[in-house]
Each structure stands twice: as C-alpha cells, then as structure tokens.
C-alpha cells in the first residue's frame, strides 16, 4: 500500500509540474505574441534576403564571365576589372591587361624605348595591384608573380651597376618559388634565375638599358607630277590644235572642195603626172591595171588626137 501511495504521490506531482509549465508558456505567449511574430517575419525576411542574394550574385557573374569572354583588347580588360571590381571575374581580367600590356612592351623595346616603357609601367601597376587584392584567388596571383618578374627581367632598374642589374627580377622570381612551391612556373623559374646571375647577362642587360631606340621617320611621298608637253608638240598620228589653226584659210577666203582628179580632168592634165617614175626621164607612167574595186574613180586615159 505504501508504494502505491507513494507512486499516485509522483504522478500527481509531475502532472502538476506538466501544468504548471503549459500555464506558464501560455502566459508567456499571450504577452509575448507581438515579439515572436516579428521574429518569424525577421527570420523569413533573412531567409529570403539569402537566396535572392545568391541567385543574384549567381547572375552577376555569368554577367561579368560573359564580358570577359567579349573582350578583345587591353582597354576591355581593363573596363571588366573596374566594372566587377571585388569579383574573380575583375582579378583574372586584370590578370589579362597586364599580360596584354607586357606582351606590347617587350615588342615596342627594340623599336620604341618610350611607349615600351610607358607599356611596361603600366603592366607593372596592374600586376602588382592583383597581387596586393585579397580578394584575387591564388592561381591568379601565382601567374601576376610570374608576369612582375618578367616585366623587370624586360628592363631592369635604371642606372644599375652590371652586377646587380638583374636583382629585381631574381628576388621576384625567388618570390614565386617561395610563395608557390609547387608552381607550374618552377623549372622555368629556377633557370631564369641561373641565367640572370651570369656575367654575360648582367654585361647585356646593362647595355640594353641605355639603349634608346626610336621608330624611323616616314617617307615624304615621292613627286609623281609629269612634265609638261610643250604646246606645239602633238602626239603621232594627231594634229595639234595650234597646226591645226595655222591650216586654216584666212577670213573671206573661200576654200576650194573641189577634188584633185576632178580639177585635172577639167583642165586636160593627166591626172597620173605626178606619180612619175624617176628612171623613165619626166614622162608620165601609165597603170597597168585599173585601181581596185571600191578605190577612188579615176578617168580612163586617153590617146592624143591625130592631126
């Protein structure tokens, strides 16, 4: 008997606990109904907040892969990086202006010192400003960190002394093997820096510094203008408009059209007197045929009449 009572004691005491604890949240939430209907709204509104961000931002980058991929020249690449600055798109699209602009100074060094110069500052700039975002993912960083050395490999420091004209691109590419030890870029690292210690390519390097080269004038454009033809000169087979005034008759004289063998016909005159052949004496020469068909009518000659 006194175990049961002992247990109907518990069982009443837990249901008065249970009890006790639903009046008290229900207390608590007619107080508080206010408060925890914000709280849901805050909740739901964060919640929301989260995947139009991510979807936006989703958005937003395929906006700026796209405009990277458009792209075609220095100056584009630099509009991405600025445009979607703060993204991966703007560090590898820096990453591509600065290439761009070393690959146009290392040209413009053996023909123009001054706009490769001017390139190869700029290239610098851009390397070193991916280098220092934080934001720039490390495979980007690992190739700007090749591109700075080979800007200042391109032409070292100025006024240098041979044996430490080649230092800043020794220590950048220390740098590299550093900071990426397992880069790509190793072999090729590690034997530039080899070659750079060398005499011969201290010696080179601080000669081509002082070198100046300019691009060469441009031509004058040749004289392509002819002499002039004197005006009583004609061409071959032309008559000239001067020989052609001096042949003209003199004002009120009237000109005879009248045709040669018709004016010799009239007169008796042989029309075949001037075609005579200079081994027969003066005398006249005679046709043996007649002229061709469709040539020029000519009178048949005729015998002098007999006394």
């Known amino acids: 008997m006194k175990s049961e009572h002992r247990h109907e004691l518990k069982t009443n005491e837990l249901e008065r606990i249970a009890s006790d604890l639903g009046h008290a949240s229900e207390r608590y939430v007619h107080q508080h109904t206010n408060t925890l209907v914000l709280v849901v709204v805050v909740v739901v509104a964060l919640v929301i907040g989260v995947i139009y961000w991510k979807l936006s931002a989703g958005s937003y980058d395929s906006q700026g892969w796209r405009a990277l991929s458009d792209a075609g020249s220095t100056a584009d690449y630099g509009t991405v990086a600025d445009k979607y600055a703060g993204t991966k798109v703007a560090s590898w699209a820096r990453l591509r202006e600065a290439e761009a602009e070393l690959s ?16 190869l500052k700029k290239a610098e700039e851009s390397f070193e400003k991916l280098i220092a975002d934080k934001s720039s993912p490390p495979e980007a960083i690992e190739r700007a960190l090749f591109g700075l050395a080979r800007s200042r490999e391109t032409l ?37 820096i080899a070659a750079l210690r060398t005499g011969s390519a201290q010696d ?9 080269p300019k691009p060469a004038d441009r031509e004058m454009p040749k004289d392509l203008t002819l002499p002039a033809l004197p005006e009583d000169t004609a061409p071959t087979g032309k ?38 052949d200079p081994k027969a004496g003066s005398g006249p020469t005679k046709p043996s045929q007649k002229p061709p068909v469709g040539g020029p009518a000519m009178p048949e000659p005729t015998a002098p009449a007999s006394k």
């Open 104 to 119: 146009s100074s290392i040209r413009l060094m053996f023909t123009d010192r001054d706009a490769g110069r001017s390139d």
């Open 156 to 192: 070292p420091a100025k006024n240098a002394p041979a044996s430490t004209v080649n230092d800043p691109a020794i220590k950048t590419y220390q740098r590299l093997l550093e900071q990426f030890p397992d880069t790509v870029y190793k072999s090729l690292a590690e034997s530039r």
């Open 204 to 212: 080179f390097n601080a000669w081509f510094e002082t070198q100046n």
């Open 239 to 276: 008559t000239s408009a001067t020989n052609k005034q001096s042949a003209a008759p003199a004002d009120g004289a009237k000109q005879d059209e009248t045709p040669t063998s018709k004016r010799q016909a009239g007169s008796g005159q042989d029309p075949f007197q001037d075609h005579a």
